[in-house]
């Protein structure tokens, strides 16, 4: 039912990544599955004084109660300026290869992790200018300079803080949805309305799983890659809004215009709202708009037929679902929902503790 | 329960001009349809429909409200009045009004352009925590933020700009306890756009 993958695969991928040692610049080993290592990741992944007011961490942007996004439609970085993308979820981000919105030559979270600490188009935590002074301070902090010493590390470096967040967020996520456990042989995991709706989205009327298929229900299975549009604009001949105009940013080409990347659909319960722009207010509200086929905008600035849009997927296609059959398949989306992640206190904030 | 109780007890207390929306049976943990449409008042009534009958005065005319203080979030208000607005468009239904999105602004004034129905949305977002916004515009036309959390509490009814109150601008402040997106509900007349600033307390 989970096409090519399966989790117990999914988790031996995860182990070879994760069981990689790895050398710094700086000439020390650190083991990347190792406990002290996440555990800095875990200080530095909640660290304010990593931003350039002090008022950003990447736990601040990707906070744990909101399935580790920001509950925001779009994002605000420490400069107040509204981002042009919604906040895409951790969890199960170690299974991802591609992890922006946009641009499929951003992999690898080591890498990604730079991206808003030090980015400045836009400005996240605004890091860029500070960053050495910033390390000195924690250098200097003896908390840091305890895990540190658990490390067997001279000093955190900029080298150093990106591994140590990367093995953090590797740790975030899970396979305990109630439809994992479903799948495990428990029966009684998912309701009958659940279990109705898992046959729809892997169906060929709905073609669900086409596109989000995998263990991660985000990646498709007939294509190599994993970026499109869904219609959800048609502005002047088919444009997307300013500054959200997809993988077109990157390639220039006309025909990737407002193709963003297949979002996970595990966790989706904690992580609205959704798309690329965050303008699906709802689950319902984007199952409305992938039943009609795309999304008609009927007022504001943005007016015009996403259904009719002329870079739109041919697979996205009217599905005539009723109102029952969304019930159904909105119950079955929801059992991928693991809702223990909002209470697990390895992946809580450290500065927070009172013990 | 408790947060419906309290959602309905901050409705009355603020007239309805402030209100927090949704339920406690549909919102918690991983609640994937909130929607904050539970505080959304009469249709009918106007900010300046309302402000009559707080006063017991008909709705014609201008009506008695109490005068705000004359300080730096009421000038600051009242200076926008001089200024050129950025221009926005509402949408006509609350499930879209992430399309359209704005933050406070010391700076900017908005004109806010409505939908036919005279009833239009858009998303504020306010990146802070604790954080007091004044929002201001004439009292015919009423402003409602709706918060699914109930984390928004009107901390000044609305009144008079007491820096300007001769220029028929209103004032209301809410004290957002936590950050996060907004939506903001205007009524007003289709065919005159809607003057109003968010003015944020450092």
Redesign the interface.
Known sequence: MLNSSSPLTFSVFLLLILTTGCQTEAGYTVDRVSSPLIELGRHLFYERRLSLNN?RSCGICHEQ?K?FTD????A?GTT???HPRNTLTLLNVSGRRALSWVDPNLIGLERQILVPLLGSDPVEMGASELIDEMLDELNGDPRYQELLATLDSPALDIELLALSISAFVSTLGTYDAPYDRYLAGDSTAIGELAKRGERLFFSHRTSCSNCHGGVDFDQPTHDRHGWFNTGLYSIDGGLY?NSRQGLYELTGAPADIGRFRIPTLRH???T??YYH?????????VLSHYNAGGRL??????IGDGRLNPYKDHRIQPLDLTQPELDELESFL?TL?D?TT?HRSEWSDPWLRTD | MMRLYKCIFLAILSLNFSACGDNATSHG???????PDDCIPDESLTLGDMAGQMSGEPPMGRPQLPVGPNDALAQAACTLLDTVPME????????????????PQPETAFSVRL?DSGIGYF?L?I??WSVTISSSLTYQQSLMILDDNCDVEQTQRLSWNGACEESGLTEQRHLYHA???FTVRITGEATEPVRLSFIKLD
């Open positions: 008022d109660a399935g509950g925001f439609v779009r605000v107040e300026a509204v809004p989706l319960a904690l609205g709202p722009d965050g303008t699906g207010a709802t689950l319902r509200d905008i009927t007022s504001g600035p943005y929801l929902t809702v909002v | 943990d991983g609640d994937h349809n909130a929607r926005l468009i509402a949408v006509s239904d609350l499930s879209s009004a992430g399309q359209v999105v704005v933050t939908p998303t977002e990146p802070d950050w996060g997106s």
